[in-house]
Nanobody, 121 residues
């Protein structure tokens, strides 16, 4: 059993900052990519940022220069530092991890339960 538990969401004024965390736990052998996605009301889930286990990052154009993704491989944890937040960043943010539960097992996608981020104008 694998769990991804997010924390750090909340309500913030435009221009403010938040830091999201996501810890993966359970029967984990190894984790490849980790990332953050978000879904606003009435919209599809979209990629925010991803990071490989080697530290290579990828960002959506809408968050480049404002958000920073990082990870602590020893803690199986990924972070998202969000600065200069805008009302259009309001969404439920989901953590994602591609991982193996056994040495010779397949690579599977796991998702957290989501954390609400609300940016007021």
């Amino acid at each position: 059993q694998v769990q991804l538990v997010e924390s750090g969401g909340g309500l913030v004024q435009a221009g403010g900052s938040l830091r999201l965390s996501c810890a993966a736990s359970g029967s984990i052998f190894s984790i490849n990519d980790m990332g953050w996605y978000r879904q606003a009301p009435g919209k599809q889930r979209e990629l925010v940022a991803t990071i490989t286990n080697g530290g290579r990052t990828n960002y959506a154009n809408s968050v480049k220069g404002r958000f920073t993704i990082s990870r602590d491989n020893a803690k199986n944890t990924v972070y998202l530092q969000m600065n200069s937040l805008k009302p259009e960043d309001t969404a439920v943010y989901y953590c994602n991890a591609d991982l193996r539960t056994a040495r010779w097992g397949g690579l599977y996608d796991y998702w957290g339960q989501g954390t609400q981020v609300t940016v007021s104008s």
